[in-house]
Structures are given as C-alpha cells and as structure tokens.
C-alpha cells in the first residue's frame, strides 16, 4: 500500500524550461510534505517543503503547490539547469498525529538537457 | 564539515554475520532517523530517536535490528545474522525539533 505515489519514473526537460515533478498521496493524515534531490551515492538532499496550511512555497527556483482537496502536491523548477538532473522523491509526514517519519515515494529521475 | 556522517560508507559481510553502523548527526539536532533504501525505491523508515529515546519503531525493525543512542548524541544501527534481504543503503538523518531532516550520505551494506 503506497501512500506516495509518484507516477513519473522519469522526466527530460530542455534547459531553461520548466521542470514540473508531481507527486499524489492518500493518507489524509499527512501535514507536512518535502521534496528530495538525490544523486548517485550520496544521501538525499533537502530542497523545499510545504505545511498543510499553505498551498504554496518559493525558494529561488523552486516552488512547491499543494492541492489538499486533491492530495496532490508538485514542484516546479524554473529555469531547469543540467545541474538539476538528479532523482527527486517526494516526502510526506503526519506530525500532527505525533508522526515525524517520512513516508517516501519511489522517485523521479529527472534529466535536464542542455 | 558540519553535515550528518556516517561510518562506515561500504560494509560487505557473510551472511550469518553481524554488523553495526554508525551515524553522528548535525551536533544541535535533537531528533535522529534510520531509513534503509533499496534499488528503485525510496527511503523506508525504520525508526526515531528524540535526544536519547526510541519513539518510533517500523515493522521493517524485525528482532535481528536494534539501534542505540547513548546520550543523546552519536547513534548505531546493529543488525545480527544479517541475510541476503538486508543488502540494501543504509540512511540517517537528524532534525532539530519538528523541521526537515538531513540526510547523511549512507552506508551500503552487501551482504553476500
């Protein structure tokens, strides 16, 4: 049973262009969401999260939306740089039920041609 | 370097055999994680510590896995009569209070 799903295994983007990862969940549960940049043997790296009272948050190139009603969230990356090609997970916790593990989704490798 | 390290990067054991991992977090962080990942999947939590307590378990956390946090600080991932199933990356992560966590780079474990 996957709580996060994201359903893109893999995304090519021209440089300059937009990046759209997108990234559904099921547990009504989860209040807190993030987003993951990672590339070959190294952790993951932290890039952006989102609380469920806001449906929006920029961070330089990044921005993530979150649609509750929906429980669907998305990251954008604009301009998309070939630095930016890496796998990114989506990441989701339900601290207001006491929860503070996150629950993963498999992943988005995203390739960014220049 | 102030990041979340891990000891060792690479373990390759037999099976039958035990290992321990290490993880020392961001030093102000009180909240420390263990996640193992698999080939094409993502993280899978195992479990928590805040300071020096054991919160959270996962079910993944079977009888063979324990994990330690003397004093609040540095932290060990053992796993005893370890089996092919255990081959996998192994991640920790610290946070202080309820913000995002920061992963350290891992330790891969074969177990052959």
């Known amino acids: 049973d996957q709580q996060v799903k994201q359903n893109s295994p893999s995304l090519s983007v021209q440089e300059g262009r937009i990046s759209i990862l997108n990234c559904d969940y099921t547990?009504?549960?989860?209040?807190?969401f993030l987003w993951y940049k990672k590339y070959p043997a190294e952790g993951p790296t932290f890039l952006i999260s989102i609380s469920s009272i806001k449906d929006k948050n920029e961070d330089g190139r990044f921005t993530v939306f979150l649609n509750k009603s929906a429980k669907h969230l998305s990251l954008h990356i604009v301009p998309s740089q070939p630095g930016d090609s890496a796998v990114y997970f989506c990441?989701?916790?339900?601290?207001?039920?006491?929860?503070?593990?996150?629950?993963f989704g498999k992943g988005t490798k995203l390739s960014v041609i220049p | 370097d102030t990041g979340v390290s891990q000891n060792p990067r690479h373990k390759i054991t037999k099976r039958g055999q035990n290992v321990t991992f290490r993880c020392d977090p961001i030093s102000e962080h009180n909240r420390l994680y263990w996640y193992r990942q698999t080939l094409g999947q993502g993280p899978e939590f195992l479990t928590y510590?805040?300071?020096?307590?054991?919160?959270?378990k996962s079910r993944l956390l079977s009888d063979r896995f324990s994990a330690e946090r003397p004093k609040g600080s540095f932290s060990t991932l053992e796993i005893q009569r370890t089996e092919q199933g255990d081959s996998a990356m192994y991640l920790c992560?610290?946070?202080?209070?309820?913000?995002?966590?920061?992963f350290g780079p891992g330790t891969r474990l074969t177990v052959t």
């Open positions: 510590f805040q300071n020096e307590a054991q919160l959270e």
């Open positions: 990441a989701a916790s339900a601290q207001g039920a006491g929860s503070y593990q996150l629950t």
């Open positions: 547990n009504s549960m989860f209040d807190y």
């Open positions: 992560a610290s946070s202080f209070g309820l913000l995002e966590q920061y």
